[in-house]
């Protein structure tokens, strides 16, 4: 079993799209190695609401798929 992947992205304001353009060739890459996106968790900065954290976790799609069928 391989461990899960996660990556925190700091956000500073900006738009959605500047954010894709951030995340998309990450996300890319990691589907071509086989692992999936899992979950996306948005943590807010409570002293300062325009800088937050995208949390993504990418799990091994193999895996996934095994736990699944057990």
């Known amino acids: ?31 071509q190695a086989l692992y999936a996106p899992t979950t996306l968790t948005l943590i ?6 325009k800088r937050s954290t995208l949390l993504i976790s990418f799990d091994y799609l193999p895996d996934l798929i095994n736990e699944f069928l057990t």
Do not use: C, H, K, Y
């Open 1 to 31: 079993m391989r461990s899960p992947i996660e990556i925190e992205l700091p956000l500073r304001g900006g738009s959605v799209i500047s954010v894709m353009q951030r995340v998309s060739p990450i996300t890319i890459l990691l589907l």
């Open 44 to 49: 807010l900065d409570q002293a300062n609401t």
